[in-house]
């Protein structure tokens, strides 16, 4: 059973287009979280939700919207792709917002922008 | 803002013997969190290993065990009986305690080789 799922795994698009990332995860957590892991493979939080809502919310750019339909779920849209949002992008979840509580990450989605 | 340095960008190690792996932190904060992460070749991300700031003793799992000096600002992580699947690379990583829905701080990992 696969805890922490995110489609696709892999992405290839063009500079320009818009694109999307799914999250899903299964063990009933409330909180949900988006890194970015670059070329030189720094990790870096992105967004958080905790119950839907958006609590921590990174300096980045606007054309990165997170969206949180439910609890479960965690999607991430990006407008207008350009080559330096080629990264590999990880969900990751946990029971809670506090720092007791471990973060489960997904397998990741290599995102490449030609 | 805190962060998190790890100044081995790659180490190795022969199958069965022990290595070390730096990392250092800045925070002024007296209650955290300090985690190391795997990554393998597949690109997971695994939690090796936690310490709370407010715990003495450090921290230990099977291999895996933290020399964690509050003082210094240093949490190394020593992999005993190395194994050619430790082969990986590794994230320190730091968490504030003080706020709720605080965010993972990483550092710049180590590239981690085993030979066999």
């Known amino acids: 059973d696969t805890a922490v799922s995110q489609t696709p795994k892999y992405l290839v698009t063009q500079m320009g287009n818009d694109k999307s990332i799914k999250c899903e995860q299964n063990?009933?957590?409330?909180?949900m979280y988006w890194y970015k892991q670059d070329s030189k493979k720094f990790l870096k939080i992105m967004f958080s939700y905790n119950n839907k809502e958006l609590i921590i919310n990174e300096t980045v750019p606007n054309r990165f919207s997170p969206k949180s339909p439910d609890k479960a779920h965690l999607n991430l849209h990006i407008n207008s792709l350009e080559l330096g949002d080629s990264a590999v992008y990880f969900c990751a979840s946990s029971q809670g917002a506090t720092p007791t509580y471990e973060q489960y990450f997904g397998p990741g989605t290599r995102l490449t922008v030609t | 803002a805190q962060t998190v340095t790890q100044s081995q960008p790659e180490m190795s190690v022969q199958e069965a013997e022990t290595v070390t792996l730096s990392c250092t932190y800045d925070t002024s904060e007296s209650d955290y969190y300090l985690f190391w992460y795997k990554q393998p070749p597949s690109r997971q991300m695994i939690l090796v290993i936690r310490?709370?700031?407010?715990?003495?003793q450090n921290a230990t799992e099977n291999r895996f065990s933290v020399n964690f000096q509050k003082a210094a600002k240093s949490f190394s992580l020593k992999i005993s009986d190395s194994q050619l699947g430790d082969a990986a690379m590794y994230f320190c990583?730091?968490?504030?305690?003080?706020?709720?829905?605080?965010?993972?701080?990483f550092g710049e990992g180590t590239q981690l080789t085993v030979n066999p």
């Open positions: 990583a730091y968490r504030s305690g003080e706020t709720s829905g605080s965010r993972l701080t």
């Open positions: 310490q709370e700031a407010y715990k003495q």
């Open positions: 063990l009933g957590h409330d909180t």
